[in-house]
Structure formats: structure tokens, C-alpha cells
């Protein structure tokens, strides 16, 4: 079968829906499918070899920028969009993303919904140009249900069923300004009813997104998010020297910083002197100030010497980063509609401390490999973490079940067939 992904880039930093895909494709390439992952706005960060490597990027962000900002530009000769989207050109654009303000993101968001009917048309007609040269998919994946706007018009022009995934994008609609938010939901939902359906990676956000873009409940199905699992086997025996452990963006949204107090609180017990801190994960120049200030206050608590910061590790040494952790947990601010930094830790055998909120629960009840904390509740971040790394015997227990909880439900190898199989010929085709 061939297939095609749509999957927008980071630029410059690890992101799990660029990696959960190109982990997807390579293990669908291995299943014998024709498959192609094409890079939207920014070029792909990856952690794995490129499933679909030297493609070219639609949607190219500085080409989006100039089309959306300037008529002029929404008339230009191929040539001159073509060194705009030079790969290089834009992971130096997005490194200054911060320089974007909540206006032009909140137009610039209307626009790219609005897509035939928009100011982006140009880059529409791009993206069905070369489907059209190149071969239309059996199936075309849409990463993220963003992208319904170029989803709609392939999928009516191909003749071709088209799928949107679900991946957390009601933080990012309802962190727009309140003049456009209303609007980008309303133009939202009008193009997913085009499509033929969603797939939610966990029941919590699928139930959560077909009442925000008034879906029926046949029109999404549950496929959980994956990772490649082969060859990562985890430590059998706890680590001698206790660490606590955070894998995620360096920001306030993932709560980094209430992980850095509830440490500062736990070593300041004395229950814990060998304990450390290892924090690791995708940075860019916009959350450097943010770091730093996490820095400082461990540094003012007296604890240079028992945390460490690793900013855009390797997948190499993301493993070996992970698997010798005690205790994993990101405090997210907001409700994760999955979370994939969850399910690489527990393969590393690693036990995981997470809010009772969004797709943890689900997540934690699948596995048995962590618990959860009452985020209502002061406190109950470090009395949950201080239960844990108090009994290490327990804890890699835990750990050691989590791992095989991933083999069987999280691991790519599986889901990538059951994705083709179950899920995709369970969703009603549009006629």
C-alpha cells in the first residue's frame, strides 16, 4: 500500500510528533508499504535515521510568513519560493520563532485554515501539484488535524482518503489571542467534517476533541501514540546512586520548574543527600531565559553539585540518559493528549510520577508503570516522588512492569500494522 504522511517540522528541536511518525513510517516500510513522510513548515528534527529523507518542505515558514504578510510575494516564480524554503534558511528562522508576536501567530493561523479560500493558496496548490506529479497515496496521514485545510483539498482532488491525527492542538488554539480563537475553531471544524476521519491517541482527548469540533464518535478512533522498541532492553537492578529524571521540552507548559521546587523540597528533608536531578530535552533560543532561571534557583539552594542540564540530546544518548534514572516525571501544566515522553522512559524501565490529568490516567492504568498525583493538592508532587525514591526496590519493580507494558501496547512494531489493519478500515470513508 503506499501511504504519505504530512508532518510539520520543528526546525531546531526534538518534537514527538516528528519522531512518533518517522518511528511509524520506518516500521511501515518494514511491513513492505510504499511510504513517504513530508516535511510542512519547518525541516524534520529527528532522532532516528529519516524514514523519507530528502523530501521537499511544503507550507516553508518564511514562505508562509511573506504570503500571508505581503500580496507581492503571493505571486512569486518557483525559484524564489525554492530558496526560501532552503532547509538551512529556515532552521535559522526558527531558532528566532520568539520573535513571531501573538498577532501575526494568530493571523497567520486563520490564514493557514482558511487555505484554498486564503492567502496561502499558492502554497495549497504546491502541495497538490506534487502529489499530482509524483503519485497520489492509498492514504494520506494528516500528523496533526491543523493541517485540515490541506487535507480537505487533497483528499477532494486525489479522490483519496484522507485521515487526520489528534495530537494536542487545543493548547495552541486556546493560547490564541481571544479575537482569533473563536474563528480558528469555527474554520477548524468545518474542514475535519471534510475529511474521513480522526485518530486519538488516547480516549481521554478523542471524547475531549469530538465535542470541541462536534464530531460523532464514529468519526475518531483510539490508535496510541509509539516508539521503536527493538533492541532497548532496561537496567535490571536499581541505580546506585538515586536520580530523579525529567525528558521533555524546557518550559514552563511541561512544569520543569515545579519538578526544580519539588526537588529543592525533597533534598531539603535530608531523606535524600545522594539524590540528583537530570534534566533533559528539546530547547530552543526562546526558552534559554526560562533554563537559566531554573539554574539560578538550584544554584541558590546549594545544588550545584547534585543536578544536571542536557539540552537536545541524541537518541543515542537520550536511552543512555534514561536508563539509569530512579524516578521519571514531567509535572505538566496543562492536560496531555499523550504524551511520548512517558512511554520512552518506562521502556527504559523507568517508573513514572505524572498528574492525574489527561491521557496519564489512561496511560497508567494500561502499564502499571507509575503513579499518578492529585494536582489539586499542594504537596502531592513531592510526597508522591518521596514515596517512590524512598523504596528503590519498588520503584525499578514498577519500572520493570512498565517496560513490558510498553512492548506490548506502545511499541511501533505492532502498532504500525494494526494502524492499516484495525483502525484506518474502521473509520466510515466520505462519499
Known sequence: MKLAFLTPGTGNYYCGVCMRDNSLARQLIALGHDVTMLPTYLPH??????????????????????????????????????????????RKAAARSGMTSSKDLGEITLSTFRGEDGPLVKEVNKVLTWFKEQGSPDILFLSTIMLAGIGKVLRRELQIPVYGFLQGEDSFLDSLLPEYRVEAW??????????????AP?????NLMAERLALK???????????????????ENAPSSPSLGYLARLCPLK??????????????????????????????????PFVEEQKSKLSRAGLDKHFSISPNISRAEKLEFLKYLTVFSVPARYPEAFGLYVVEAMLAGVPVVLPNSGAFPEIIKATKGGQLYDTSAAGTLTETL????????????????????????????KLASRLVNEVVSALPVNQ
Open 45 to 90: 528534527f529527528l532522532d532516528e535515521e529519516d524514514a523519507s529523507p530528502d523530501q521537499p518542505i511544503f507550507f516553508g515558514g518564511i514562505n508562509v510568513y511573506l504570503q500571508h504578510k505581503f500580496s507581492l510575494f503571493r505571486h512569486t516564480p518557483k525559484w524564489i519560493d525554492k530558496a526560501f524554503d532552503n532547509k538551512w534558511l529556515l
Open 217 to 235: 464518535p464514529s468519526k475518531i478512533k483510539h490508535h496510541p501514540n509509539g516508539i521503536t522498541t527493538e533492541g532497548i532492553l532496561p537496567v
Open 202 to 206: 488516547s480516549k481521554y482527548f478523542g
Open 386 to 413: 518521596d514515596a517512590l525514591l524512598s523504596d528503590s526496590k519498588r520503584a525499578k519493580d514498577i519500572g520493570l512492569q512498565a517496560h513490558e507494558a510498553v512492548l506490548e501496547q506502545y511499541a511501533n512494531e
Open 186 to 199: 469555527r474554520l477548524l471544524s468545518q474542514d475535519v467534517a471534510l475529511l474521513d476521519g480522526c485518530i
Open 255 to 288: 512544569g520543569l520548574d515545579l519538578l526544580v521546587d519539588a526537588f529543592i523540597e525533597l533534598k531539603g528533608t535530608g531523606n535524600h543527600d545522594k539524590l540528583s536531578l537530570k534534566i533533559a530535552g528539546g530547547m530552543t533560543d526562546e526558552d534559554e
